[in-house]
């Protein structure tokens, strides 16, 4: 999970909408941040570790210069958290192209052999999103050859369309190209979000893309759309738009968008996310309703978590409580790199208040479980308040199997729920009863909002990836460097490593 952002503007520099926007998007990712920009005849980039607002400065301002620009904030998965692997990544030929990707490429072996063998093209980094560029790169080339230098435009649909047919996995991108404009692409079957967006000025439309459109409305944009899986949108240094239906494509979004990843405020797909998790309120209750627990307030596990726990709230009549104190100013944990760092911001980012613990039976709600640390610390420090019985209900299913489409989850080795029946996990946690969604219910809380949605990717609940992968690829994220780190923060044994999961944006 990264955030994405791109403007094409007619008549002034782009880099404080492009710093606006990513702050609107800080929330998927903050371990580096990186803006390029254009001025029709230079590029120019600053990236580094970080939060927005510790890599960008005053001083940018007077560098950046360029009517368009994109920006990119990283959230690493598997492979190295070097700073060094933040993006834009760029190449020089055809034409100069920068990109910005979010998702996960699943065939980078097979690609990063050709790009490597047969097209002698160097890779500086174990990112995904550089094999990406570089596929890009050679068939973009590959159509000069065949249409010759005249029409750019043609040539960069033409490379993207060879790419989608190319590569596998999710992938949104955008990209900045010399001589030609701003690019947007997504991948045929939607995983990962992209919107396009329109501003109108006196000298004509200008355009806007986003991983949400969360990041519209603070530079004046209005959304025209969710881009279509499969589809490409390029918009010319004149302004003019160009879109291209690339390949087929059927729309399968990433259904933990709704349930954790997205901004409440965000629309994505048609589905708006805070009503999607009021719905996935809605269907927990029922489950809460048929059980045994002796409830005395229900307290969500700020923030993602409140609009489901104020749903069951609402339908059971339990009292409902802000038991638990958030410090806005630790970021989010699960996004965190490495368990240690995880554990220890917990008890920085939340405190459990005496008041609304003590002599009570409490029912904590949460988004999701992943890994099972932060909600453990969280059951500790209740009780440590004074809990008498701490119940948990999670919004969403168990969490059992990899996710291989850029969030976090790369190895079914640390999901709690892997290998455990719901009990076992209860128990696991310190908790005195658990519940978790249905996948049916949580299916259907999305689907409500956009009926026209036939399917969800729904991998990490129920370990059926929709681009198909192979175990050979499975196996090479159980065993790659950035696991075996992740294992041996946690204090596991990792397996033998291998080189063949590259890092993710």
């Known amino acids: 999970m990264c955030g994405i952002f791109g403007i094409a503007s007619r008549t002034h520099d782009v880099f404080a909408e492009l710093y606006d926007g990513l702050l609107m998007l800080q929330h998927r990712g903050q371990d580096a ?3 390029v ?5 230079f590029f120019r980039e600053r990236k580094g570790a970080g939060l927005v607002k510790d890599v960008f400065g005053p001083q940018d301002a007077t560098t950046l210069l360029g009517r368009l620009g994109l920006g990119h904030v990283r959230y690493p998965t598997a492979g190295s958290l070097s700073a060094a692997e933040a993006q834009p990544f760029f190449v020089n030929a055809p034409y100069g192209i920068y990109l910005v990707h979010n998702g996960n490429i699943t065939n980078t072996a097979e690609q990063r052999a050709k790009v490597v063998g047969k097209y002698s093209r160097h890779l500086r980094t174990n990112s995904d999103s550089e094999i990406l ?8 080339s590959d159509a000069i050859k065949v249409n010759g230098t005249e029409d750019a435009v043609r040539n960069i649909l033409a490379g993207v369309k060879m790419t989608m047919e190319r590569v596998q996995g999710a992938y949104s991108v955008i990209c900045l190209i010399a001589g030609v404009g701003l690019l947007a692409f997504r991948d045929p079957h939607g995983i990962r979000p992209l919107s396009v967006a329109k501003r109108s000025t006196p000298e004509g439309d200008e355009y806007s893309f986003a991983s949400e459109d969360v990041a519209f409305g603070i530079n004046g944009f209005e959304k025209i759309r969710d881009m279509a899986p499969g589809e490409a949108i390029l918009v010319d240094l004149d302004g003019n738009m160009h879109t291209r239906q690339c390949v087929e494509g059927k729309l399968t979004p990433c259904i933990f968008e709704y349930v954790y990843l997205a901004r409440p405020d965000s629309m994505l797909d048609g589905i708006s996310v805070y009503k999607t998790q009021l719905r996935m309120g809605q269907t927990l209750a029922k489950q809460i309703m048929d059980s045994d627990f002796e409830i005395d307030a229900i307290i969500p596990v700020p923030d993602s978590a409140r609009p489901a726990a104020l749903e069951v709230a609402n339908i059971t009549g339990i009292r409902y409580r802000e038991g638990l104190v958030k410090n ?3 970021g989010r944990t699960f996004i965190m790199p490495g368990q240690s760092e995880r554990q220890k911001s917990v008890r920085r980012k939340l405190n459990a208040m005496s008041l609304e613990m003590k002599g009570r039976n409490i029912l904590l709600i949460d988004d999701s479980i992943v890994r099972g640390n932060t909600i453990k610390k969280i059951v500790q420090m209740c009780r440590e308040a004074g809990a008498k019985k701490v119940y948990i209900a999670s919004a969403s299913p168990p969490v059992k199997y990899a996710n291989v489409y850029g969030i976090d989850m790369p190895t079914k080795r640390e999901l709690v729920a892997n290998g455990r029946t719901t009990d076992e996990i209860c128990e696991e946690l310190g908790a005195d009863g658990l519940i978790y969604q249905k996948l049916d ?20 609940f129920n370990g059926d990836y929709v681009t198909g992968v192979t175990p050979e690829y499975l196996a090479s994220l159980e065993t790659s460097e950035r696991v075996s780190e992740k294992m041996k923060d946690e204090g596991v044994a990792p397996k033998k490593a291998r080189k063949a999961a590259p890092a993710a944006s």
Request: hydrophobic share 40%; net charge negative; glycine share 8%.
């Open 33 to 35: 941040a990186g803006i």
């Open 328 to 330: 806005r100013y630790v």
């Open 133 to 140: 560029l570089n596929v890009l790169a050679d068939k973009v």
């Open 37 to 41: 920009t254009y001025d029709g005849e």
């Open 441 to 460: 219910d949580l299916i259907w809380a999305a689907k409500e909002g956009n009926p026209e949605i036939d399917n969800f990717d729904c991998s990490c």
